[in-house]
C-alpha cells in the first residue's frame, strides 16, 4: 500500500503547476523600450559615420562595431527590464523568445561573411533589415503584439534595401536600426513599462 | 481509469484543505475552493491570469485537453462568474474568447493564498 503524499507536497505541486501554465501562457515583456531609443540613437550616429568611410571594409567595420554597441546596450536594457518587472529570461517565454530570436541572428552573422567574401556589398543592408525583423516577427509570437509588428517594418525596409538602388543601403540602415528602434522603442516603454 | 485516479486525488485534497479549515462545513469558502482546485480549471484561471484574453483552442492547446473537458470546466467557471466568455465570428469560422473577471483573479489570489499558508503551516509543524 502506497503511503498518501504529504499535504505540502501537494499544496507545492499545486503552485508548481500554476507558474508552469503561467509561464506557458503568459507573454515575454520584457523588450526594453528605452533601451531601443538609446540603440536607434546609436545607429542613427553610425549611419552619419559609415557615409563618410572611404572604403567598404571601413564601411563594414563602422556597422560591426555598431551591432557590438547594439547588442551592449540592448542586452543590459533587457537584463534590467527582466529583473525590474520580474520576467525572467532564462525560463518561459523569456527562453521561448530568446531561442527563436537568436537563429537569424547568426544566419545574419555567417551571412555577412559570405557576402563580403563575395564581395556583395550591396546586399548586406537588406540582408541585415530582413534578418533582424525576422527575429522580432518569430522571438515576438512569445511576446507583447508590437514585437513582431516591429519585426514586420524591419523586413520591409529591407526587403526594399535589397531590391532597390545600392545608394540607398546606408540611409536603409539608418530608417530601419535608426527610425524604427527610436519609434517603437517610444511606443514600447510608454505601453510596457520602460 | 487515469481519470478516476485524478478525481480521487482531487477529493482527496479538498477534503484535506476542509480539514485544515477547522471542518468547513460547506462554507462559502469551501465551495470556491472546490471549484478552483481541479486542475483544468486551476489551468484556466492561471493562463486567463497572464492574458486578457484567450480563445478556445489556445486553451485547449495549452491546457492539452479535449474540447469537452474544457468545455465543461469553462462552463462551470463562468457560471461562477469567474470567467467571461465571448462568442463571436472570424469571418465564417466561429470564435469563442475567455476573460478572467475581477472575481476570478480574487479566487486565485486566494487559492495561492492558502497553499502558500498550507506549505508554512506544514512546514512549522
Same mark, same amino acid.
Given at each position: 500500500m502506497v503511503a498518501p503524499r504529504p499535504l505540502h507536497d501537494r499544496a507545492l505541486d499545486n503552485l508548481r503547476f500554476i507558474r508552469q501554465t503561467m509561464e506557458r501562457a503568459g507573454s515575454f515583456t520584457a523588450v526594453p523600450g528605452w533601451g531601443q531609443v538609446a540603440v536607434g540613437v546609436t545607429a542613427l550616429a553610425a549611419a552619419f559615420l559609415a557615409t563618410r568611410q572611404p572604403t567598404p571594409e571601413l564601411w563594414l567595420a563602422t556597422w560591426l562595431g555598431e551591432a557590438i554597441v547594439a547588442l551592449a546596450i540592448g542586452g543590459s536594457a533587457?537584463?534590467?527590464?527582466?529583473?525590474?518587472?520580474? /520576467?525572467?529570461?532564462?525560463?518561459? @517565454?523569456?527562453?521561448?523568445?530568446?531561442?527563436? =530570436?537568436?537563429? @537569424?541572428?547568426?544566419?545574419?552573422?555567417? $551571412?555577412?561573411?559570405?557576402?563580403?567574401?563575395?564581395?556583395?556589398?550591396?546586399?548586406?543592408?537588406?540582408?541585415?533589415?530582413?534578418?533582424?525583423?525576422?527575429? =522580432?516577427?518569430?522571438?515576438?509570437?512569445? !511576446?507583447?503584439? *508590437?514585437?513582431?509588428?516591429?519585426?514586420?517594418? =524591419?523586413?520591409?525596409?529591407?526587403?526594399?534595401? $535589397?531590391?532597390?538602388?545600392?545608394?540607398?543601403?546606408?540611409?536603409?540602415?539608418?530608417?530601419?536600426?535608426?527610425? $524604427?528602434? *527610436?519609434?517603437?522603442?517610444? *511606443? *514600447?516603454?510608454?505601453?510596457?513599462?520602460? | 481509469?487515469?481519470?478516476?485516479?485524478?478525481?480521487?486525488?482531487?477529493?482527496?485534497?479538498?477534503?484535506?484543505?476542509?480539514?485544515?479549515?477547522?471542518?468547513?462545513?460547506? !462554507?462559502?469558502?469551501?465551495?470556491? /475552493?472546490?471549484?478552483?482546485?481541479?486542475?483544468?480549471?486551476?489551468?484556466?484561471?492561471?493562463?486567463?491570469?497572464?492574458? /486578457?484574453? $484567450?480563445?478556445?483552442?489556445?486553451l485547449k492547446a495549452l491546457l492539452k485537453t479535449t474540447d469537452g473537458n474544457l468545455s465543461v470546466h469553462a462552463r462551470r467557471l463562468e457560471e461562477a462568474q469567474y470567467i467571461t466568455c465571448t462568442k463571436s465570428f472570424e469571418g465564417r469560422i466561429p470564435k469563442t474568447e475567455y476573460r478572467l473577471t475581477a472575481a476570478g483573479r480574487r479566487a486565485l489570489e486566494r487559492y495561492l493564498d492558502h497553499m502558500e499558508a498550507l506549505i508554512h503551516a506544514t512546514r512549522q509543524g
Amino acid at each position: 500500500m502506497v503511503a498518501p503524499r504529504p499535504l505540502h507536497d501537494r499544496a507545492l505541486d499545486n503552485l508548481r503547476f500554476i507558474r508552469q501554465t503561467m509561464e506557458r501562457a503568459g507573454s515575454f515583456t520584457a523588450v526594453p523600450g528605452w533601451g531601443q531609443v538609446a540603440v536607434g540613437v546609436t545607429a542613427l550616429a553610425a549611419a552619419f559615420l559609415a557615409t563618410r568611410q572611404p572604403t567598404p571594409e571601413l564601411w563594414l567595420a563602422t556597422w560591426l562595431g555598431e551591432a557590438i554597441v547594439a547588442l551592449a546596450i540592448g542586452g543590459s536594457a533587457m537584463v534590467r527590464k527582466a529583473y525590474a518587472v520580474n /520576467d525572467p529570461i532564462l525560463s518561459g @517565454p523569456g527562453r521561448r523568445f530568446g531561442l527563436s =530570436f537568436l537563429p @537569424p541572428m547568426v544566419v545574419g552573422g555567417l $551571412l555577412t561573411v559570405a557576402l563580403y567574401r563575395a564581395g556583395l556589398w550591396h546586399a548586406l543592408p537588406g540582408t541585415w533589415l530582413l534578418l533582424y525583423g525576422t527575429g =522580432f516577427v518569430t522571438g515576438g509570437a512569445f !511576446s507583447v503584439r *508590437i514585437v513582431p509588428v516591429m519585426g514586420i517594418c =524591419f523586413m520591409l525596409v529591407g526587403a526594399v534595401a $535589397l531590391f532597390g538602388p545600392a545608394a540607398w543601403g546606408n540611409w536603409l540602415l539608418a530608417a530601419g536600426f535608426g527610425g $524604427l528602434h *527610436i519609434g517603437f522603442g517610444m *511606443i *514600447i516603454a510608454r505601453r510596457y513599462g520602460g | 481509469m487515469a481519470k478516476q485516479g485524478a478525481a480521487r486525488k482531487t477529493e482527496a485534497v479538498e477534503h484535506e484543505l476542509k480539514s485544515e479549515r477547522g471542518g468547513g462545513g460547506g !462554507s462559502r469558502a469551501a465551495e470556491l /475552493d472546490r471549484l478552483i482546485h481541479e486542475r483544468v480549471r486551476l489551468g484556466i484561471v492561471s493562463a486567463l491570469a497572464v492574458n /486578457d484574453s $484567450l480563445s478556445f483552442n489556445q486553451l485547449k492547446a495549452l491546457l492539452k485537453t479535449t474540447d469537452g473537458n474544457l468545455s465543461v470546466h469553462a462552463r462551470r467557471l463562468e457560471e461562477a462568474q469567474y470567467i467571461t466568455c465571448t462568442k463571436s465570428f472570424e469571418g465564417r469560422i466561429p470564435k469563442t474568447e475567455y476573460r478572467l473577471t475581477a472575481a476570478g483573479r480574487r479566487a486565485l489570489e486566494r487559492y495561492l493564498d492558502h497553499m502558500e499558508a498550507l506549505i508554512h503551516a506544514t512546514r512549522q509543524g
